[in-house]
């Protein structure tokens, strides 16, 4: 039996057009969707990067935040292609999970200018349920500190890439939903069948309620899409989960980090950081990855995030030059190596573990060998002396 979907979990990211604030100036760039049922249970995904309609006014900041290149971006679908086979994907739905009103708002002008008609639906905006239920009531929750404290494993370099943020979308809401329902098992607020706002039964605003206007509903009916009477939201009625916001020490053991590294999906920032940490240089061009040691070049080819091909620079070691860090090739280009693994890490690890050994194996000399780089150097200078006195 087809499972359908009643909540999508929807993320959107955007570029903001330098100099701009509100919604005028912001263009998608990055879409990611996660569907459940009605018992929450996952029935599909959906992501696309989306081109910009004006690649002038891509930011620097987008690039950094959103982990992508200004070539993905010009190479990515029009926003109305993308958006009409979200629709045609997401027939039907009941709720539309965003984390911030600003995303929802985004979604819901793109669909109408083009044209692209919504299910009815009911809107879901989490971090205002978040900040209700477990919030200080000061000041807004941020995304990653909601996390935190849901206490739901995370990686800080999958944050603002859609279709990871989707899926954590889901697992917050998932969380936050299960412990309010425990928290609040038998307790009722007031709904007002006109503003389907959520009351408590002290509300000043109930009181000159009419009578046919008022519908008893479990509390956590706030997780379908009943918004909170900012009046009485705020009490503590409301805050039942006492959540600890703890950041994570950075300062994490070389086994998790190697273990975060791995799972990096293959974004040009996160190239960076991986071939950092090998301390490689290195330039991306295309599909292609070149990587120079302290020993030989190597290039790394990519399909998406998987690793498809790795070759070696040819080349050998002149004694003298060696030492100069100079290279003489016996032949141009590069051989095929043997794939050690389909994970950039680990074909990185790899790469210095090759390189590392056969270091080693050249400065293990033996007497001899040194004894004849000094004859050579010994000989190199007599002859350069020779030739200055003939000039």
């Known amino acids: ?23 005028e100036g912001r263009e998608a760039i990055q879409i ?20 910009l309609k004006h690649p002038e006014l891509l930011s620097t900041e987008t690039i950094k935040v959103t982990h992508t290149t200004a070539n993905n971006i010009m190479q990515a679908r029009p926003e109305d ?29 793109d669909m109408k200018n083009y044209k692209i008609p919504m299910q009815k639906h009911q809107v879901i905006v989490l971090q205002e349920v978040v900040n209700a239920v477990a919030g200080n009531g000061k000041k807004m929750i941020g995304f990653e500190l909601a996390l935190i404290g849901a206490g739901i494993d995370y990686i800080p370099n999958y944050l603002h890439y859609s279709k990871h943020d989707a899926n954590y979308l889901y697992q917050l809401f998932c969380t936050c939903r299960q412990q309010f329902i425990q928290a609040t ?28 206007k008022i519908l008893m509903k479990p509390k956590s009916s706030i997780f379908k899409g009943y918004l909170i009477c900012k009046c009485c939201g705020t009490k503590e009625e409301w805050k039942r989960l006492n959540w600890t916001y703890i950041r994570k020490s950075e300062t994490s053991s ?17 190239i960076d950081i991986i071939c950092r940490h090998f301390q490689v240089s290195y330039s991306v061009s295309n599909a292609a990855v070149f ?20 070759l070696h620079e040819n080349y050998r070691f002149n004694r003298s030059q060696y030492f100069k860090k100079q290279r003489m090739k016996c032949t141009e280009g590069y051989h ?32 001899l060998e040194k004894l004849l780089d000094l004859v050579e150097i010994e000989l190199q200078s007599k002859s350069s002396t020779e030739e200055a006195v003939e000039e």
């Not at 995030?305 to 790795?310: F, W």
Request: charged share 25%.
């Open 1 to 23: 039996m087809k499972k359908h979907a009643a909540y999508l979990f929807l993320d959107m990211e955007w570029n903001q057009a330098p100099g701009t604030t509100d919604l």
């Open 32 to 51: 990611g969707v996660l569907a459940a049922d009605t018992a929450m249970k996952k029935v599909k995904s959906f992501s696309k990067d989306i081109q």
């Open 81 to 109: 292609i993308v958006l009409t086979n979200f629709s045609q994907t997401f027939p039907e739905y009941q709720y539309i999970v965003v984390w911030s009103q600003e995303t929802f708002e985004l979604f819901k002008r």
């Open 185 to 212: 098992a038998d307790e009722y607020c007031i709904v007002n069948t006109n503003t389907k706002k959520l009351h408590t039964r002290n509300c000043r605003y109930v009181r000159n309620m009419p009578l046919e």
């Open 254 to 270: 070389k086994k998790d980090k190697s273990k975060i590294l791995k799972q990096l999906p293959l974004t040009e920032k996160n």
């Open 291 to 310: 990587i120079c040691t302290a020993y030989s070049r190597w290039i790394i080819y990519l399909n998406h995030d998987a690793v498809t091909e790795l």
């Open 336 to 367: 095929k190596q043997n794939l050690p693994s389909g994970n950039f890490y680990e074909v990185l690890q790899y790469i210095k573990s090759h390189d590392g050994s056969m270091l080693k194996k050249m400065t293990k000399k033996s007497r």
